[in-house]
């Protein structure tokens, strides 16, 4: 099992298209084996999947991200923890351990119908986490 998160400052990046780097775990007998931090280089929204496939990670944990995103991840088979926010590596073994809180309802297109995916950073997504990922808790 590979687990990717998407990482800034140790905490998990609140916006899945804007996300610089993620950081990836290695699981072996159900607890990290290696953890490593992968930079993006600027790939945005669908092309982080592509980014995410190639270095075959099947798990994604991640704040909020877009409908053309979850599509992405959903058609590279890659499964999908949103809505969560906090520390990375506390949000990895929560998993692990059966016990993290998230929400399959997390998204960031619900500003409108004039939001569009590019304009959740400017919308705050990072500083404004109960719009973007905590639908539905």
Same mark, same amino acid.
């Given at each position: ?7 800034? &400052? ?18 072996? &007998? ?11 280089? @600027? ?18 944990? *991640? ?10 991840? &959903?058609? +590279? ?16 073994? +929560? ?11 997390? &998204? *960031?297109?619900? #500003?409108?119908?004039?939001? #569009?995916? @590019? +304009?959740? @950073?400017? #919308? @705050? *997504?990072?500083?404004?986490?109960? #719009? ?6």
């Amino acid at each position: 099992m590979r687990i990717a998160v998407t990482y800034e &400052n140790g905490q998990i990046f609140q916006h899945f298209g804007h996300t610089e780097r993620f950081k990836v775990y290695d699981i072996a &007998n159900g607890a990290v084996t290696v953890s490593t931090i992968v930079n993006t280089n @600027g790939s945005g929204h669908g092309a982080l999947a592509d980014v995410l496939k190639k270095i075959d990670v099947d798990t994604l944990i *991640c704040g909020g991200i877009g409908g053309g995103a979850k599509t992405a991840l &959903n058609e +590279a088979n890659i499964k999908l923890y949103g809505g969560v926010s906090g520390d990375a590596d506390a949000a990895v073994e +929560a998993l692990l351990a059966g016990k993290l809180v998230f929400s399959p309802e997390a &998204n *960031c297109d619900h #500003h409108g119908e004039h939001h #569009h995916e @590019g +304009a959740c @950073g400017e #919308h @705050g *997504c990072g500083g404004h986490e109960h #719009h973007c990922g905590n639908h539905g808790k």
